[in-house]
């Protein structure tokens, strides 16, 4: 040995033994945290169980979150189809009620022919329009007359 290192009385060198004490030491520490971890109810086995199913938990709650969004997309997709439904709804009755009240003025136009209020006689102008036409100076009459006859008479059959 080119080098002299101390001995100490056990005759081993003395890096050994600080060695030795070191890990010791080191393995004291670790075995009084696991007595403490022990007398505070901490199993590795149940927390390694622990860990298993809270991994499961997280797993079913992924697929649940999955499961959720294509329901919010379906959902979505139901109410733009719905909307577009009640927009079509909205116009046809507009339309619809156009078409009623043009049916409405028809209806009281031909009651105005057949019993007019006033229960008069004799020729009645219902409708006057004058029109202008292409030609300068010239115009278009359109002139509507309508009989009126009492209607005092009653029917039987």
Do not use: C
């Not at 001995?7 to 403490?36: D, H, K, Q």
């Not at 169980?49 to 079913?60: F, K, V």
């Not at 959720?68 to 339309?95: F, M, N, P």
């Not at 409708?127 to 278009?140: C, F, M, R």
Request: glycine share 8%; aromatic share 8%.
């Amino acid at each position: 040995m080119g080098r002299n290192s101390p001995v100490n009385i056990s005759g081993m060198p003395a890096w050994v033994v600080r060695s030795g004490l070191i890990l010791a030491l080191i393995l004291g520490a670790y075995l009084t945290f696991e007595f403490g971890r022990i007398q505070a109810g901490y199993n590795v086995a149940d927390a390694f169980a622990e860990r298993q199913e809270l991994a499961r938990q997280i797993s079913e709650l992924e697929a649940a979150v999955v499961a959720q969004k294509e329901q919010v997309a379906l959902l979505e997709t139901h109410r733009d189809i719905d909307r577009a439904a009640y927009k079509d709804v909205e116009a046809s009755l507009g339309e619809f009620q156009r078409k009623i009240q043009e049916q409405r003025d028809a209806i009281e136009f031909y009651r105005g022919i057949i019993s007019p209020e006033d229960g008069g006689r004799g020729l009645r102008v219902q409708d006057l329009k004058l029109v202008k036409a292409n030609d300068e100076g010239l115009y278009n009459l359109r002139l509507v007359l309508v009989q009126v006859k009492q209607h005092d008479q009653d029917v039987k059959g």
